[in-house]
């Protein structure tokens, strides 16, 4: 086994568990094992744990506990969303927008429904910092239209996008707007009443809770056809024995999220303004990509014109650095990044890409020594 990398700048990839978050997970990995649709004691005590659970998420979102779905990660969240409200809305129509530069679980069930159940969807571009342009998204909204889903945060250049302004676009033609808030969710103070949003996408393991365990926002009154069926569970929108110790890590994750994000954001902020002054001062001819100010705090995304991202990944691990390309799926294949290549980026520099995504266990130490290691191992990794 090689050793375990010492600086991890690969937070939008997934996080570490929280030890106080495992702590408030193990016993119902242990002693509380109960079904909590069972009827004795050890089975009330999970029923009492996942009511609670439901109740701090509910209350983390500014949402009623019934309109809470949980899920087995995000990208059931996302796929429950687009092709359950698809599905739910096909007697109105067939017709889906989203943006060119969502996270896959978004694109590729938009995909889905279009290749296997013949409905159109719109991709609506974005401008160099990858906003969503507002003006292109209201003009593809027509009367077919059952869904739009727009990302709150980019995973990979960090985009905030305009989501309550889309919000009173869709909600005066009575279109649900589903937003995907992982990478938000946890570092920004996420409200679904003040989005007007209708469903938002959330997964622990992005913020210092468990893999295998998310949640869907679902407003009262929409409707979503279930995508896994079986016992009823979530008030029937998702069948399955509830993950309790996973829910339960979710909502303890959600709640120290909450309870500390004044003093993470600061933090975080701090350390990638550093870090992005690093990188450009290292690498001269670097480029920061997204928005400069409406942005999430802990990603730092550059092209480095020239550099064979994967070369740089490997000599960066190498050195005891963990690092992103972008999103996990284009990492690992020659593929230029869809969202930088949306963003304008001709493929060359959008083959050229580096993430760096920071965490609240980060050091300006760390930082340092992550730019020390890239001056030096950028001029190893120049495409030919
Ligand atoms: C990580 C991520 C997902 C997928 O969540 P999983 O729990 O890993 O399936 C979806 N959307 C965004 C923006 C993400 O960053």
Redesign the pocket.
Same mark, same amino acid.
């Given at each position: 086994m090689p050793a375990l990398p010492t600086i991890y700048l690969d937070h &939008?990839a997934t996080t570490p568990l929280d030890p106080r978050v495992l702590d408030a997970m193990l016993p119902y990995l242990g002693p509380r094992y109960g079904n909590p649709s069972s009827i004795y004691a050890s089975a009330r005590e999970a029923r009492q744990a996942l009511d609670e659970a439901r109740d701090t998420v509910a209350a983390a979102l500014g949402a009623q506990a019934s309109e809470i779905v949980f899920t087995a +990660? =995000? +990208?059931?969240a996302?796929t429950t969303a687009i092709v359950g409200v698809a599905f739910a809305g096909r007697p109105r129509g067939r017709h889906i927008v989203t943006s060119a530069v969502e %996270?896959h679980?978004?694109l590729h069930s938009c995909e889905y429904l279009a290749q296997e159940h013949g409905f159109r969807v719109t991709y609506v571009p974005v401008a160099r910092h990858g906003t969503v342009d507002l003006a292109a998204l209201e003009a593809a909204l027509d009367d077919e239209t059952v869904l739009v889903s727009v990302?709150l945060g !980019? !995973?990979e250049v960090g985009t905030l996008q305009p989501i309550a302004a889309m919000a009173r676009l869709t909600r005066a033609r009575g279109i649900p707007l589903h937003t995907?808030a992982?990478?938000a969710v946890g570092l920004l103070a996420v409200d679904v009443g003040a989005l007007g949003v209708d469903l938002l996408?959330l &997964?622990a %393991?992005?913020l210092h809770g468990p893999?295998g365990v =998310?949640a869907l926002y679902v407003r009262r009154g929409v409707r979503i056809h279930p995508l896994v069926h079986g016992g009823g569970q979530e008030r029937g929108r998702r069948a399955s024995t509830e993950n309790v110790a996973g829910i339960v890590g979710l909502a303890t994750a959600l709640r120290l999220a909450q309870a500390e994000r004044a003093a993470r954001v600061a933090r975080i902020g701090a350390l990638r303004d550093r870090l992005v002054a690093g990188v450009l001062a290292a690498v001269p001819n670097a480029l920061l990509t997204g928005h400069p100010t409406a942005r999430l705090p802990h990603i730092a995304s550059f092209i480095l014109p020239g550099v064979e991202s994967e070369t740089l990944l490997l000599n960066l691990d190498f050195r005891g650095v963990a690092a992103s390309s972008g999103s996990a799926c284009t990492s690992g294949s020659l593929e230029p990044s869809h969202v930088l290549l949306a963003m304008g980026y001709p493929p060359e520099l959008a083959r050229a890409s580096l993430r760096l995504s920071l965490g609240p266990t980060n050091t300006a130490e760390e930082v340092d020594a992550a730019v020390a290691v890239l001056r030096e191992v950028v001029p190893l990794c120049c495409a030919a």
């Open positions: &939008a +990660s =995000g +990208s059931e996302d %996270h679980a978004v990302m !980019n !995973n995907d992982v990478q996408s &997964a %393991h992005k893999k =998310g």
